[in-house]
């Protein structure tokens, strides 16, 4: 095998993982996007609300303060009902 053809290789492989571990991390955002909004509903509703999850809502995650605002906001819900 010629030099040159490894470097082919080796290039189409990091490609091939890269687009894998792409793949993976926007699908792991998903699934945490999705378990913090039903968590956010279970503190408003008292139930969760399924609702398909969109891949622009991924990159938005809660941070702690985010979501204290939300636990104090779901307080405050509840006691005006």
């Avoid at 470097?7 to 699934?31: F, K």
């Amino acid at each position: 095998m010629l030099s040159s053809d490894k470097t082919d290789i080796d290039t189409e492989l990091l490609g091939y993982l890269a687009d894998s571990s792409i793949q993976l991390v926007v699908s792991a955002q998903a699934t945490l996007a999705r378990v913090r909004r039903n968590n956010i509903s279970k503190e408003i509703y008292g139930s969760e609300v399924v609702q398909p999850i969109k891949i622009k809502d991924t990159p938005k995650m809660f941070d702690d303060t985010e979501s204290e605002r939300v636990r104090k906001l779901a307080k405050s819900i509840r006691k005006n009902n």
